[in-house]
């Protein structure tokens, strides 16, 4: 039987101890100071599988609704001593939050400043599937992205600057943790992003409806990378005409695929072609 994790009660709406909860949907866009939320039991599960892998990220203090925290101690039994654990009752915790938390569960974690993306890119295997993304600014498109890539076998995510921020806490949770145990890189244009990529000896695909080439005839290669790019916008035309580029095959009737719902298909085709599944 798992030992019962000591807990400290909050009452107070505004203790200091737990001021890095406080209107959450607010912090998601401004003054989260490397510092991300993770809610619910499944994203907290994977941060404590993150903490302990020596991957930049660790947990900082975990927020729990009172009739929760005892069914979690398996969970909490993963994290160090030193995270404080902290419960409160409903109306304390939606106080806290500013809107009515259901899940009851939330944890305040940190990223460690991430690898350049060269050094990522060296460091992953010399057979490797990687999915790249340019101007992504839905966090659940991106926390779909980063289930699927997890889903699928993927190596790492890599994303121009102009995608929004996978930490983000709807993107964190609509990837059910994935971004935490993912590794990835958002930084610089799109083209220094997939010139890093080719520099590491990764055949590049662009995917859009007018590709040349349907995805399941793409040649398996060692070192692979997908790009996705907006469903509206899709790739710019430097990124088209500069690499290959494969399409999905769909009807005629709509003009394309949600990104979430193509990287999956994308992913699975160059999973399957390169026989990670």
């Not at 619910?40 to 203090?61: D, F, N, P, S, Y």
């Not at 921020?165 to 949770?173: I, N, S």
């Not at 005629?252 to 990670?276: C, E, H």
């Amino acid at each position: 039987m798992t030992p019962a994790r000591e807990r400290t009660e909050i009452t107070d709406p505004d203790d200091p101890r737990i001021a890095e909860f406080r209107h959450i949907r607010e912090r998601d866009l401004t003054g989260r100071e490397g510092r991300f939320v993770a809610e619910g039991t499944v994203v907290l599960r994977m941060l404590a599988a993150a903490h302990g892998a020596g991957r930049g990220i660790r947990a900082e203090k975990i927020l729990l609704l009172r009739n929760r925290a005892a069914g979690l101690a398996d969970i909490l039994s993963l994290f160090p001593a030193d995270v404080p654990v902290y419960e409160a009752e409903a109306p304390v915790i939606d106080a806290i939050a500013g809107f009515h938390l259901h899940r009851g569960v939330l944890a305040l974690g940190v990223r460690d400043a991430a690898p350049p993306l060269m050094e990522l890119l060296r460091a992953l295997p010399d057979d490797a599937l990687v999915l790249a993304a340019c101007g992504i600014s839905n966090h659940d498109n991106i926390g779909a992205m980063f289930r699927n890539a997890a889903a699928f076998g993927a190596s790492a995510v890599v994303l121009d600057e102009t995608c929004c921020d996978p930490l983000y806490r709807k993107a964190l949770r609509v990837s059910v943790g994935s971004v935490l145990t993912m590794p990835f890189a958002r930084e610089g244009s799109i083209l220094d992003m997939l010139g890093a990529l080719a520099e590491a000896g990764f055949a590049i695909w662009a995917l859009s409806p007018k590709g040349e080439t349907e995805i399941r005839d793409i040649a398996p290669s060692p070192r692979l990378a997908l790009v996705m790019g907006t469903e509206g916008e899709g790739l710019p035309p430097a990124v088209l005409s500069r690499f290959h580029t494969a399409r999905i095959a769909q009807s005629p009737d709509l003009d394309s695929l949600n990104v979430g719902t193509a990287s999956g298909i994308a992913l699975y085709s160059a999973a399957m072609a390169k026989r990670i599944l």
